[in-house]
């Protein structure tokens, strides 16, 4: 699933460095903010084939890989 | 030099505010002096967020002692540059084309796109400049050769100035006159603003109205634009009105930046319910916006 959120990251943020980055890592800090963290969750909700509601789209929710992660397995 | 990367109005304010800070001067100016003013661009229909000063920029950099000099264009910008060349009291701001730039890699080769950069450090061969990384992040890049920066605004030039598409000043020369920083208090400059452009919060209302309405119409116009540029909006206005330690306008602000995320997310959704919950939360952040101006105009009238 990591790989997967990599890879997803590295289309929308267009970084090559995202296969180098930690699941703990400050995505804010390599380029996602409150613009494109849309794209990033609309993304996962279609390669998953979930719906997030309202209050998991809160911006802290999507600071790293593994917040992420978190989000996913519980909507799985 | 200190450099500020809090927030992001636009690149010309961006500039503005870190040529403050190169004079060691107080940015936060720019940002308490103006309010968003909404308003429709018919010819590409979407709802832009202009700045709305309480007073012309130049006449706040005098104020501070700064002076500008603006010029539209010029066919020999390395001219321009060597006016501020060995001095650390000038510097300059002017457009250029990311398309040339190197270390915008999002751009170079890519696609065209303007920019407003800062310019400062100047010697005989080579130059500071201060832009942003590919993290949007504004930073230093050191010993610039000037004939790059020549071929960027020159390339500005070819591919919006002379094209038509833009005809406003691209040159911008900051000349500090005096070292004093003059104290104010920002409350009451934010005050000041919010009580003289009260107009602007109104019609602000009214826009926000409209856009509800071409929702519900069914109207086509840049929606998706729309809100993200209300998005980038109201971001800036979270970081000026922190200053203001009020509660209630604090989490309103912050409340209005999780809908339109909400609604933004919505619209790219495929549902059945889309319209409705679009309204609905728009609905939702337009009275938030009431009591936001409310409570703005009840501390300004306190505070004058």
Known sequence: MVEEIKEILKSILDNENISQITEEDNLYNIGLDSLNVIKLIISIEKKYNITFDDEDIELKNWKNINRIKGLINKKI | MQIFNEIYINCKYQALMNMMLLFNKDKNLFL??????????????????????????ADLLIENGIYEEKILFSDNILEIIDKCRDN????????????????????????????????????????????KDQYNNYKEYYQIPLG????????????????????DESIFIYNMEKTNINEYNPKELISKVILQLKDVLDSNLNILEQILNKIKNNEEFEIMKTFEKLLASKKVE?????????????????????????????????????????????????????????KLLYIANKSI
Request: proline share 2%; aromatic share 14%; charged share 30%.
């Open chain 2, 238 to 294: 979270e970081y000026r009105y922190s200053i203001l330690e009020d509660n209630i306008i604090n989490e309103h602000i912050k409340r209005q930046q999780q809908i339109i995320n909400e609604i933004r997310l919505e619209l790219l959704r495929n549902s059945n319910q889309k319209k409705t919950k679009v309204i609905n939360k728009f609905s939702e952040s337009i009275k938030l916006e009431k009591e936001i101006i409310d």
């Open chain 2, 88 to 131: 650390k009291e000038k510097c300059l701001i002017i457009r250029i084309d990311l398309y040339y730039t190197p270390h915008n890699l999002n751009y170079y080769k890519k696609k065209h796109y303007k920019r407003f950069i800062l310019i400062h450090n100047v010697n005989k061969k080579n130059a500071t400049i201060l832009d």
């Open chain 2, 148 to 167: 790059k920066i020549e071929k960027w605004y020159n390339g500005y030039l070819n591919n919006y100035y002379f094209t038509g598409i833009r005809n």
């Open chain 2, 32 to 57: 308490y002096g103006f309010i968003p003013k909404y308003e429709f661009e018919e010819n590409y229909k979407v709802y832009q967020v202009k700045n709305q000063m309480y007073k012309p920029i």
